[in-house]
């Protein structure tokens, strides 16, 4: 079975996807000219402007939502495998495709906010959603709703639960099998009411999450401070090949960079674009910067963040795929969570185990969360077609179920699908917002038009030249009826 797996995963994360990623980022940046470098200060102040509604949840709640997707386990365990097999300079093009990713980011959750619709008393929106209206390919849409629902349902959710099983078995003896069964009856809990409550339990416990890991951060590198010029020089180096130690595998520092920089912020991938559908916002635009940001907090703070800790500390080994070690300095200790707490145990003793087996259950269990809301709005969208209301309890009860197998399997297979379920998504997804960038960009025009007018922009697809934009044409129309009534009144 695994064999099979790791076949399928050599064959999706092939070296196509990783230019394909790159290329992608590159071109959504200069279509905008830098959107996510341009209007960076933007992004933070619209993080703190929309408002939730009785059918959508603020910015700030979509944003947050968002990022408990994007913060995850890849931000602790998979900037690990990133350094063991890509050598520090993996880092490096993990923050270049951050700042490229930042223009994805924008594009799909523009896209995903100019089409989504109001199914009952809530905004859906997403990848499937914006190819059936944008694209009028109903049949791509249904295939992307379907890789979706299975990769956020059974495929990727074990990956999350293992490392919080790990984590806390290595930390505090706890059996794997009671940890499963505590994250099954706290997601069931949460899942069962709802996206609002999804949206409320993320807005409190992400930034304090967030901001927890950097304060430790800069504990660690204080505390070695001589050591951070040389570190800093050795990502560099390492980058571009001029290290003498990690010159002959720079191709491996690319593909493992952009790898995990995208299973870790899935700018692309079309995750951020269902909590973005979920906003209460005036114009597409204004969501779409929002998650350009959420990039930049997944990889550039949280990733580097570990990356950081791990090097200036030494607490890491370098063995290329297929290849005899580089650096062996942690042994037959595999690359993961187990890294950052030798780290962190360094320079606090009896505290970094403990601290990071917390984070991790806080990063891992609000992306459990989000994979779930994710899950479900694929769901509800091939439910239109299909009608059969009972195939949401069915969802939530497979994803409990995978949370607690996760929980207990072996954690290659669990790693192994993941990048499978990720890398199908960002094949599929990358090709329909590349397909869709011309309305985009039009998007983006009408919002910055609007800005150089002095205006706080509102979105009319009529006046832009966007069709299928069903729900801000009625929104539109029932406003310009109210403005009747009251002139009249």
Same mark, same amino acid.
Do not use: C
């Given at each position: 079975m695994e064999s099979i797996v790791n076949w399928a995963v050599d064959q999706v994360w092939s070296l196509g996807l990783v230019v394909f990623a790159l290329g992608a980022g590159l071109f959504f940046s200069f279509a905008t000219r830098f959107v996510q470098i341009r209007y960076f200060k933007e992004m933070i102040k619209l993080l703190f402007e929309g408002k939730s509604s009785e059918s959508g949840v603020s910015s700030f709640q979509a944003f947050c939502m968002a990022l408990a997707g994007r913060v995850g386990v890849g931000n602790i365990a998979g900037v690990a495998t990133a350094i063991a097999f890509g050598g520090p300079g993996a880092v490096f093009w993990m923050w270049v495709m951050a700042i490229l990713g930042g223009?994805?980011?924008?594009?799909e959750s523009t896209l995903a906010q100019v089409y989504k619709i109001k199914v009952g008393n809530q905004y859906r929106g997403g990848t499937p959603y914006f190819i059936e209206k944008g694209l009028k390919m109903k049949w791509f849409a249904a295939l992307v709703a379907i890789v979706v629902t299975i990769c956020y349902g059974i495929l990727v959710p074990g990956i999350q639960a293992n490392t919080i099983a790990v984590g806390f078995e290595n930390t505090a003896g706890l059996n794997k099998s009671i940890t499963g069964i505590i994250l099954v009856a706290l997601l069931a809990i949460i899942i069962f009411g709802g996206v609002k409550r999804i949206a409320t339990v993320t807005e409190k416990i992400v930034p304090f999450m967030a901001l927890g890991y950097v304060i430790v951060t800069f504990m660690i590198l204080f505390a070695n401070i001589s050591e951070v010029p040389a570190m800093f020089a050795l990502i560099f180096s390492s980058a571009f090949g001029v290290n003498e130690a990690f010159g002959g595998i720079i191709g491996a520092a690319v593909a493992w960079g952009v790898k995990r920089a995208v299973f870790s912020n899935v700018a692309g991938v079309g995750e951020g674009t269902y909590s973005s559908a979920a906003a209460e916002v005036s114009h597409p635009a204004k969501q779409g910067l929002v998650q350009g940001f959420s990039v930049y907090i997944d990889t550039i703070v949280v990733c580097t963040a570990t990356a950081l800790m791990i090097l200036v500390t030494g607490m890491?080994? =370098?063995?290329?795929?297929? @290849?005899?070690?580089?650096?062996?300095?942690?042994g037959s200790i595999e690359a993961g969570p187990i890294w950052t707490q030798e780290a962190v145990e360094s320079v606090l003793p009896g505290f970094g185990s403990m601290f990071v087996s917390i984070a991790i259950f806080f990063f891992a269990f609000t992306t459990l969360m989000a994979y779930y809301y994710?899950?479900?709005?694929?769901l509800v969208y091939l439910d239109k077609k299909l009608k059969m209301n009972w195939m949401k309890t069915i969802l939530k009860i497979v994803f409990l179920g995978m949370v607690y197998i996760g929980s207990v399997e072996?954690?290659?297979?669990?790693?192994?699908?993941?990048?499978?379920?990720?890398?199908?998504?960002?094949?599929?997804?990358?090709?329909?917002?590349?397909?869709?960038?011309?309305?985009?960009?039009? =998007?983006?025009?009408?919002? @910055?038009a609007q800005k150089k007018a002095g205006k706080d922009p509102v979105f009319d697809p009529i006046k832009v030249g966007i069709s299928g934009a069903d729900f801000w044409e009625e929104k539109r129309k029932e406003e310009s009826a109210f403005n009747v009534d009251r002139s009249v009144g």
């Open positions: 223009a994805s980011a924008f594009i890491y080994s =370098v063995t290329p795929e297929g @290849e005899a070690p580089i650096v062996d300095k942690m994710i899950a479900e709005t694929t072996s954690a290659s297979l669990l790693w192994a699908l993941g990048d499978l379920g990720f890398g199908s998504m960002a094949w599929l997804n990358l090709v329909a917002i590349l397909f869709l960038t011309k309305p985009a960009i039009k =998007v983006f025009k009408d919002y @910055e």
